[in-house]
């Protein structure tokens, strides 16, 4: 499209007839015509070499038509390169002469030395607005980043008798994953998965506000499938237009194993169990779609060793080289095989990247969470009744201090069994954080309520069990210490205790009885360390 | 029960030492920032020797914890030495020993200056 001014001498003054005409008012600027790509004038310009005069000129040209129609008599080409840069349009001279030779050649001239000079400004302004657009997209992407990485949980509950891991892996564009945990009365767990279709900046602002609903109406209610269906009623009239959420929200029983969830059009868990790989159905439609949608709701119990597996959908649309989508049956197949340390996190990770090639551009947000009953309360139940001998039992008062007495007993009563010296010392300190959190978190620190430990041995294991007088608050959800961010300050330093214990010791295990917990710490017998 | 905790700074021909000896727990805050303070008053790497340290939990930790973002926030090195191996398992598993080296002893610590 080329860009055309033109002065053309008035023959009237158009605004007022009493106004004496002066040289400036025989001008006037008029609207630029552009002459479009294509048209038959454009050739001729470029072919021209000089201004080309229109009086006599004879062209089959819709955009001639209209310039000659606005009283142009002569047009001076402006090319740079080849192409048609702009033109300068003149009507008649104001002496009403002919433009002459000489006007031509000025003229010509004149262009000559023009048309660099707008390329070359014409070519700064591009690569200004490239530039502008390529920062915007760079700071949105941050923003949408930032917002995600701050919203999604920092630490991972850690609970006795279960394994909580996730992966979160934004793709370039950082799309709308994510996934939350929820703690809730009772020792319940609320775990979230979800998708907000979009990416950038409008998914993550989107993924915000359904995070916080979710939160909000998870305290409300104790159904998964009312959480979903009242976040879906708040979402509807906020959420912008083709914009919908995915997700999946399951509320376990941590110490009955029992599952209950309900799904808005997420990705099905899978969960493998001994007998194979299970698929969790429960329909839904997503999220902020339609209003007044219900939501089944399923459950299922888990057993001891069952292992869930949520994902998004960044990992079963993911691509090969070839085109080939890794799918719902090869995600299956991967979580039915059960990986090296259990680490069901990494051999899906891997799985993926072995699929895709590890150094291509990864097209959507990669999610997974993952949740493992390492043992149930039967289990626990069944040990309690297999006590095996019981070598000592002693209490201490909830004073800072005495998990040392605890300790030294416990060491004294254990050391004529033979145990190896690391796992000797590996126990002795998975003792002392257990009482710690007995007296601080279960007695909260009141010397009159003591802790109550047993030690017992079986031909395979050593089990201390502690046990607190409850009507403190409830042990906390353990989190795997993120230790960048207490370095950074951006959390507290503490907060070590109860994922020492469960790194110490071959297992944990936790039951209630009335307000009292006992924790049991097991140590095999015979162990390489 | 209880050993009371003890911190005091040393020199040695690796630097600055502070000296740790009794429980580390969150009773060990003060002393030890104070001393680990008073050996950083000059730019250079810091040495922890543990060799002295009975016990440590996890509110303890929490005080390394805090010791090793003080030095971070300064670019400052923290190495140190005299652990048992249960302890410098302890710091493997909670990853303290990514952010400081840990040596043998204080020879094999001021050595590798």
């Known amino acids: 499209m080329v860009q055309v001014m033109k002065r053309r001498r008035t023959e009237k003054e158009p605004s007022s007839a009493t106004a004496a005409p002066t040289p400036e008012s025989k001008t006037r600027l008029i609207e630029a015509i552009p002459v479009p790509p294509g048209d038959p004038l454009e050739t001729l310009l470029l072919s021209s070499g000089g201004p080309v005069g229109l009086r006599d000129l004879e062209l089959e040209s819709e955009a001639l038509a209209s310039i000659r129609g606005a009283g142009v008599e002569l047009i001076v080409p402006l090319i740079g390169q080849g192409e048609l840069l702009g033109a300068l349009y003149l009507g008649p001279r104001l002496s009403d002469q002919p433009y002459s030779t000489d006007d031509r050649r000025l003229l010509g001239s004149l262009a000559s030395q023009v048309a660099p000079a707008m390329k070359v400004a014409q070519l700064v302004r591009e690569q200004q607005a490239e530039a502008k657009e390529r920062e915007r997209i760079h700071q949105e992407l941050q923003v949408a980043a930032l917002i995600q990485q701050t919203l999604l949980p920092k630490e991972l509950p850690a609970i006795p008798g279960w394994h909580v891991d996730a992966f979160y892996r934004p793709a370039r564009a950082v799309g709308g994953d994510f996934y939350d945990f929820i703690g809730l009365d009772d020792g319940r767990l609320g775990v979230v998965i979800g998708d907000v279709t979009d990416k950038g900046v409008p998914a993550a602002l989107v993924m915000a506000t359904c995070r916080s609903m979710l939160r909000a109406a998870a305290q409300r209610h104790t159904s998964p499938s009312a959480v979903l269906a009242d976040v879906n009623e708040a979402l509807v009239p906020e959420i912008p237009p083709a914009m919908f959420v995915t997700c999946l929200y399951a509320i376990i029983d941590t110490e009955a194993g029992e599952l209950v969830f309900a799904n808005a059009g997420h990705n099905l868990p899978y969960v493998r169990t001994a007998d194979g790989v299970i698929e969790l159905r429960a329909t839904g439609m997503p999220l902020g779609l339609m209003p007044a949608m219900p939501y089944d709701e399923k459950s299922y119990s888990m057993a001891s060793g069952e292992v869930m597996v949520l994902t998004s959908d960044g990992i079963t649309e993911a691509h090969d080289p070839d085109g080939e989508m890794y799918g719902f049956s090869r995600l299956m197949s991967r979580v039915a095989r059960k990986p090296s340390n259990d680490d069901m996190v990494a051999a899906v990770v891997r799985d993926l990247e072995e699929f895709t090639g590890a150094d291509v551009e990864q097209e959507d947000d990669i999610t997974l969470v993952v949740v493992r009953r390492t043992s149930s309360a039967q289990d626990s139940a069944e040990t309690f009744e297999d006590t095996g001998r019981v070598l000592d039992t002693f209490t201490v008062a909830s004073e800072e201090g005495n998990e040392r007495i605890a300790i030294d007993r416990v060491t004294a009563v254990i050391v004529p069994l033979g145990l190896n010296s690391s796992r000797l010392e590996r126990l002795k300190t998975a003792v002392g954080e257990t009482v710690m959190n007995a007296m601080e978190h279960g007695n909260d620190n009141r010397p009159e309520l003591d802790v109550g430990v047993e030690v017992s041995a079986t031909e395979q294991s050593i089990i201390v069990r502690v046990t607190d007088r409850g009507g403190g608050r409830p042990i906390p959800e353990a989190m795997t210490p993120d230790l960048e961010a207490k370095l950074a300050g951006e959390q507290t330093p503490r907060g070590w205790g109860l994922f020492l214990i469960e790194q110490m010791v071959d297992d944990v295990r936790s039951t209630r009885e009335g307000g009292a917990h006992t924790i049991e710490l097991i140590m095999n017998r015979e162990g390489s360390t | ?113």
């Open chain 2, 1 to 113: 029960m209880e050993s009371l905790f003890e911190a005091t700074v040393a020199e040695s021909d690796g630097g600055p030492v502070v000296v740790m000896s009794g429980t580390v727990n969150r009773a060990a805050k003060e002393a030890l920032e104070a001393a680990y303070h008073e050996a950083t008053s000059e730019p250079g790497r810091v040495l922890l020797d543990f060799s002295g340290a009975d016990y440590i939990n996890s509110t303890g930790i929490a005080v390394i914890v805090g010791i090793l973002a003080m030095a971070r926030a300064e670019d400052r090195v923290v190495a140190a030495f005299g652990l048992t191996d249960h302890y410098r398992e302890v710091f493997n598993i909670t990853r303290l020993a990514d952010f400081m080296t840990i040596y043998d002893d204080e020879t094999a610590a001021v050595a590798a200056r």
